[in-house]
């Protein structure tokens, strides 16, 4: 039964009320059955009315409306789009500015010197590396923005990293490309190896840069020492830095590796 039928129905059983003919208080108690409206417009699509015998009763049906509650929806959905491009630029920048804080203020020269490690381009990726992930383990306490900020510094990592190797010699892109590329492997690694360290003792920590930083050649066990505590004491730096200060470019007091040198002087004769 379509809307045009009930309509007609209801008005035709409306004319048989007015007439005075027909008495219906003496009729029996009306039995009423339950018949779907079926009408696809109002969200109500097979509301229920109660129909007696010959009578239609007309029963209120909610419909939708495209009302102010509808255009605050449509709003609101503006809004938060807006809200969250604004956010995921920011943290984009945050994240190309903490490469940047990496990349311009880690004392490299120093690095090689202590560490006796050779000047070259390896060493350099060897370093940004580590300070990389150090600040990727900060920025993964916060799941949400940490990751996203986390990986705008790996991208600028890799930015960085191909810009540098076409300054180093007239090499055809293809090999640039195989030895990025196998950077970038060792890279992943890496990721593994120092999370494995962190998350357990120094001596786990101290394989991993044995393995990774120092490419299985350290000179001296002082050496993989003094890494070791360079990360821990830099980790629990960066964890007492909250997101959003960094997220605000807020400056990072890196630690130079001549304090770690110190901490590592005053346990030898602590043990002493």
Not at 66 to 74: A, N, T
Not at 208 to 217: E, K, T, Y
Request: aromatic content about 10%; overall charge positive.
């Amino acid at each position: 039964m379509n809307v045009h039928s009930i309509s007609r129905l209801y008005f035709r059983h409306s004319a048989l009320l007015a007439c005075p003919k027909i008495n219906f208080h003496h009729c029996s108690k009306p039995k009423f059955q339950e018949i779907n409206l079926r009408c696809p417009h109002t969200p109500a699509y097979g509301a229920l009315l109660k129909m007696p015998d010959g009578i239609l009763v007309p029963r209120t049906v909610s419909t939708e409306t495209f009302g102010i509650d509808k255009r605050d929806g449509f709003g609101q959905s503006i809004k938060k789009r807006i809200r969250t491009y604004i956010r995921t630029t920011k943290l984009r920048a945050a994240g190309f500015k903490l490469y940047e804080q990496i990349a311009d203020q880690i004392d490299y020269a120093t690095f090689m010197t202590k560490l006796e490690l050779p000047d070259t381009f390896y060493s350099w990726f060897m370093i940004t590396e580590l300070h990389v992930w150090m600040l990727m383990a900060r920025l993964m306490a916060n799941p949400y923005d940490g990751r996203s900020v986390r990986n705008n510094i790996v991208e600028a990592l890799w930015k960085d990293v191909t810009t540098r190797a076409k300054q180093l010699g007239p090499e055809h892109s293809s090999v640039v490309r195989s030895q990025i590329s196998e950077l970038n492997q060792g890279f992943q690694a890496a990721l593994v190896l120092y999370d494995e360290g962190l998350l357990s003792s120094d001596k786990v920590l101290a394989c991993a840069l044995w393995r990774r930083f120092f490419n299985r050649n350290c000179s001296s066990a002082h050496q993989l020492e003094l890494m070791v505590l360079y990360v821990r004491h830099t980790i629990r730096v960066l964890d007492s830095i909250e997101l959003e200060d960094l997220v605000n470019d807020k400056r990072i007091n890196w630690i130079p590796i001549e304090k770690a040198i110190e901490e590592q002087k005053k346990r030898a004769n602590g043990e002493q």
